[in-house]
T-cell receptor, first 116, second 114 residues
Framework: AQTVTQSQPEMSVQEAETVTLSCTYD???????LFWYKQPPSRQMILVIR??????QNATENRFSVNFQKAAKSFSLKISDSQLGDAAMYFC?????????????FGAGTILRVKS | DGGITQSPKYLFRKEGQNVTLSCEQN?????MYWYRQDPGQGLRLIYY???????QKGDIAEGYSVSREKKESFPLTVTSAQKNPTAFYLC?????????????FGPGTRLLVL
């Protein structure tokens, strides 16, 4: 079974600075998808960014980008020019492309605090 | 507005009581999911359904039941057999068996035991 590990329970960043959240995963598959979700205090889960394993190019969405290292099974999220609204719990998630059901496997999450 | 709605926002359960959490979507998505979130943990899958009148157990299905009689609705019942039901419950939906699909989440229901 696949597992997702987020080794940083909490991170802090100064407003306007850059922060990187770590995620590693374990799988024997070669084709899969990786996601970062954000959960603000409202607890609504919001998709931040998505990466397809067959694509070598790292995904980017505005101030959010990933560093996808397939051989190392690493999928870190970089947030540039951090804003107060970025404060939230961030979850890394894995989805197999082969298993029936397209289920997501989540890491335990990283709390991001943004200091003004 | 297209989206996923969950009700109620807060739900209280007495010992030995079954309670039902509602999840409705108007996104015309085929697949729907139920996750449980406990403090300090990520989301864990309870049940999922890829199509009407069909559903499968996830990783922590014991003490829960679901139905999928309509495409837009996927209610979750927390039965008295679930001994530790206090948690935050999230419903999600996605297009279905299509490559690059993404799951979208509802606002969640907090269940508390009296």
């Amino acid at each position: 079974a696949q597992t997702v590990t987020q080794s940083q329970p909490e991170m802090s960043v100064q407003e306007a600075e850059t922060v990187t959240l770590s995620c590693t995963y374990d799988t024997s598959e070669s084709d899969y998808y990786l996601f970062w979700y954000k959960q603000p205090p409202s607890r609504q889960m919001i998709l931040v960014i998505r990466q397809e394993a067959y694509k070598q190019q790292n995904a980017t969405e505005n101030r959010f980008s990933v560093n996808f290292q397939k051989a190392a099974k690493s999928f870190s999220l970089k947030i540039s020019d951090s804003q107060l609204g970025d404060a939230a719990m961030y979850f890394c998630a894995y989805r197999s492309s082969m298993e029936y059901g397209n289920k997501l496997v989540f890491g335990a999450g990283t709390i991001l605090r943004v200091k003004s | 507005d297209g989206g996923i709605t969950q009700s109620p926002k807060y739900l209280f359960r007495k010992e030995g009581q079954n309670v039902t959490l509602s999840c409705e979507q108007n996104l015309n998505h085929d697949a729907m999911y139920w996750y449980r979130q406990d403090p300090g943990q990520g989301l864990r899958l309870i049940y999922y359904s890829q199509i009407v009148n069909d559903f499968q157990k996830g990783d922590i299905a014991e003490g829960y039941s679901v139905s999928r009689e309509k495409k837009e609705s996927f209610p979750l019942t927390v039965t008295s057999a679930q001994k530790n039901p206090t948690a935050f419950y999230l419903c999600a939906s996605s297009i279905g068996q299509i490559r690059q699909e993404t799951q979208y989440f509802g606002p969640g229901t907090r269940l508390l035991v009296l």
